[in-house]
C-alpha cells in the first residue's frame, strides 16, 4: 500500500499539473518491475545526488568547449540514462492556478522569449527534488499552506542511513537547505542554519558562510554570522558546548566535528573520521566565483583563493565520513556558485564553476568504482533549474561555439535570472533505468523528459 507521505506528494504534484495518480504510480511500479529489481528495493544502498545550480545544455557544453576543446567529454554525458527534466515551480499564489509556470512544450517554442517566463527559484526547485512535492518560490521544504513536507534524507534516516548535505555556497542557502530544513522563506538563514545545525540527523554538512573571512579568504576586522545560526550557535561549535541533536538514533546526543582549513578538509578524505562533521572553509559567500578582480575576465584569469579546499575535495570528505555507515548514505552535493556566474553574465567563472562540478562528479564516480559498486549505488547529475538563457547568439536559441581547448567558446547571456527551459538529467547505477521509465513526456527539442518531483519518488520507491 502507497504511504502517506507518498500519497500526499503525489496529490500536491497532481494539484500542480505535474502528473496523476492514475498514471504516475501504476507507472513506477511497473518500471520496478521491469527493473527486476530485487530484496524490494534494499539493494539501492547509496544514493548520491550532484546538483549543477543553474546549469544547462549550453553551460555543459561551454565547458566541455574550453577544458577539453569538444563536446561530450564529461563522465556523466556517457551514462546510461540520459534525460532532460523540467523545472517549474507552482508559480503565483495569487492565481486560481498557481501552476501558470508548467512547462508546456506545445507552446514554449513558439517565442525566443517565452522560456524566460514563469521559471522557479532553487528553494523550490530543491524542494521538489528533496520532497516530490510543487512548492512556491522561497519555500523550504514546505507546501504552498507552509506545512512541513518530509525530505528523502528523513526517509533514509528512518532506515538507519547516514546524510549529508554539500555545497560550493554557504550551506544554510536554498538547495542544501532544501534538503534538510523546513522554513516559509529562504532568506531566513540564520533559522535555517540553526534547524540543520541543532535540530536535524543530518551526518555531514559543508559549505561555504564562515563568519570570520570575506569573499577572498582574509580574515574579517567585524564577523558576520549570518549564515552559521548566529554567534552563539558558531561558538558552540568551535568548543564542541552546542545542544545538538541524536543523529544516529542511539538515544544520545551527537557534537559535530567542525573544521575549517584547506588541510583539515584534505586530512578528511583518507583515513578514519568522526561520526559526524560539519565543515564550514574560510571563506565567506562562494569558494571561488565572489573572489575580487575582474569579474567578467576569461577562466582562470584572476588567481583563485588558495586557502580553500575545492568542490571534490569536501565531497571526497564527505563520501569518508557517511560510508562509515554499514547501511548506507544519502548524499547531495551542490555546485551552487554556477547559478552565481550566471546571474552576473560572467562567462569565465561560469566555465571556472561547471568545471570545479564536473571534478566533483569525477570524484564521486572514482569512489564509487573503488569502493562500492553500480548495483548497490544510485548516482545522478542533474540540476535545479537554468540560470541566464546561455546561448551561442543573443536572441536565437543556439549553442555556444567551440573556438579551442584555452580559449573562451562564443557565447551570449540573454538574462541575468533564472529560465524555465529543460535541463540536463543524467544518472548511473542501481535503479537508474526506472528514470526512463517515468521519463513520459516528449519536448521537440529535448526529447523525452521528466519532472523534478518524479526524482524523489523514484527514490523513494526504490529503498521503500
Known amino acids: 500500500m502507497m504511504n502517506k507521505r507518498i500519497r500526499r506528494s503525489i496529490t500536491a504534484a497532481l494539484m500542480a499539473g505535474v502528473m496523476s495518480t492514475a498514471t504516475f504510480v501504476p507507472a513506477v511500479a511497473a518500471a520496478k518491475d521491469d527493473a527486476q529489481l530485487t530484496g524490494n528495493g534494499k539493494d539501492v544502498k547509496n544514493v548520491i545526488l550532484m546538483i549543477s545550480d543553474g546549469w544547462g545544455y549550453n553551460q555543459i557544453l561551454a565547458t566541455d568547449y574550453y577544458t577539453e576543446g569538444k563536446a561530450d567529454t564529461q563522465v556523466y554525458e556517457n551514462f546510461p540514462t540520459k534525460l532532460a527534466m523540467s523545472t517549474y515551480s507552482l508559480g503565483d499564489l495569487t492565481t486560481a492556478d498557481n501552476a501558470d509556470g508548467i512547462y508546456d512544450p506545445s507552446l514554449i517554442w513558439d517565442n525566443f522569449n517565452n522560456l524566460m517566463n514563469n521559471s522557479t527559484d532553487s528553494a523550490a526547485a530543491g524542494t521538489a527534488m528533496s520532497t516530490g512535492v510543487k512548492t512556491y518560490d522561497a519555500a523550504i521544504g514546505v507546501d504552498e499552506q507552509e506545512t512541513d513536507l518530509t525530505h528523502m534524507t528523513e526517509n533514509f534516516e528512518a532506515q538507519g542511513k547516514a546524510t549529508g548535505v554539500v555545497s560550493s555556497v554557504e550551506f544554510s542557502h536554498a538547495t542544501p537547505a532544501s534538503f534538510v530544513a523546513h522554513h516559509e522563506n529562504r532568506n531566513d538563514y540564520s533559522i535555517l542554519a540553526n534547524e540543520m545545525i541543532k535540530d536535524s540527523a543530518t551526518d555531514v554538512i559543508m559549505g561555504a558562510g564562515n563568519p570570520l573571512y570575506d569573499d577572498n579568504g582574509d580574515a574579517k576586522s567585524v564577523p558576520n554570522y549570518k549564515y552559521v545560526g548566529g ?126 562540478f564536473n571534478d566533483s562528479v569525477e570524484a564521486v564516480y572514482d569512489w564509487v568504482e573503488e569502493n562500492s559498486n553500480w548495483g548497490e549505488t544510485l548516482l545522478i547529475v542533474t540540476g535545479d533549474h537554468e ?78
Open 231 to 356: 554567534a552563539d550557535t558558531w561558538n558552540g561549535l568551535v568548543d564542541g558546548t552546542l545542544d545538538v541533536s541524536d543523529a544516529d538514533g542511539d538515544g544520545i546526543d551527537d557534537a559535530w566535528t567542525l573544521i575549517q582549513s584547506k588541510e583539515d578538509f584534505e586530512a578528511l578524505q583518507t583515513g578514519e573520521t568522526s561520526s559526524r562533521v560539519i565543515g564550514v572553509p574560510e571563506v565567506y559567500t562562494t569558494l571561488q566565483q565572489a573572489r575580487g578582480g575582474d569579474a567578467q575576465a576569461a577562466a582562470y584569469a584572476v588567481e583563485q583563493n588558495d586557502t580553500v579546499p575545492g568542490l571534490d575535495v569536501m565531497t571526497k570528505g564527505a563520501l569518508n565520513v557517511l560510508d562509515n555507515d554499514e547501511d548506507g548514505f544519502f548524499l547531495m552535493v551542490e555546485g551552487g556558485a554556477i547559478d552565481w556566474a550566471g546571474h552576473a553574465n560572467q562567462s569565465g567563472r561560469l566555465i571556472e564553476e561547471q568545471a570545479s
Open 387 to 464: 540560470t541566464g538563457y546561455l546561448t551561442g547568439t543573443a536572441g536565437v536559441y543556439d549553442e555556444v561555439a567551440n573556438n579551442g581547448a584555452g580559449v573562451m567558446p562564443t557565447m551570449a547571456w540573454n538574462s541575468n535570472n533564472h529560465s524555465n527551459q529543460l535541463i540536463p538529467f543524467f544518472a548511473k547505477g542501481a535503479g537508474a533505468e526506472i528514470f526512463k521509465k517515468v521519463a513520459d513526456e516528449t519536448d521537440p527539442v529535448r526529447g523525452a523528459y521528466l519532472d523534478n518531483t518524479e526524482i524523489s519518488e523514484v527514490i523513494r520507491t526504490l529503498i521503500d
